[in-house]
């Protein structure tokens, strides 16, 4: 695949805020020190760079990616949801009710046939049906679920500034 894409920068970020970014979304442990080392800049602009990355709330939140299977949540689905109607009240009584849901560790409002897409981890198939059945099937503004279960992780990355997409023009 040797598609060329062109790579733009987000404002008022350089090369060395963006591979402050990438690096830290690999590793969010790094040691000051160590990361000044990969930038190749020394420790006192590279923490004031990312104490702003910080502060300027271009870095969220810092998490730790934890193996579904091994905390018995492996069964992954992603659930799409067309809702009864879509009003202000019906939304905002939609969104209110996903983020209560500890299950649902993910929510789009997306276009196209559907109006959301939930992704949900459970122990299994059975639980799942129950959640389907006991959780969702309670929420009135729901029309219609379609789910569709993970097979396979084929890609699974959280890196929204790829090392790729930093290059010399940045």
């Given at each position: ?65 934890v193996d579904a299977e091994k905390v018995h949540r492996g069964f992954c ?24 849901i500890p299950e649902v560790s993910e929510c789009y409002h997306i276009s ?38 993970v097979m396979d992780v084929v890609k699974q990355n959280f890196d929204i ?10």
């Open positions: 695949m040797n598609s060329k894409i062109e790579k733009s920068s987000p404002k008022n970020l350089d090369k060395i805020d963006l591979q402050i970014l990438s690096i830290l979304q690999r590793n969010a442990r790094i040691t000051l020190k160590e990361l000044a080392a990969k930038v190749r800049l020394s420790a006192t602009p590279v923490f004031e760079r990312w104490k702003k990355l910080d502060s300027t709330g271009i870095i969220t939140r810092y998490v730790a990616i689905v992603f659930c799409m949801v067309k809702l009864r109607q879509l009003t202000f009240d019906v939304v905002t009584d939609f969104v209110n009710v996903m983020q209560k196209g046939r559907y109006d959301y897409l939930l992704k949900i981890n459970a122990p299994d198939m059975k639980y799942y049906k129950n959640f389907i059945v006991n959780v969702l099937g309670h929420v009135d503004s729901i029309g219609t679920i379609e789910s569709s279960f500034i790829a090392p790729s997409s930093i290059t010399d023009e940045d």
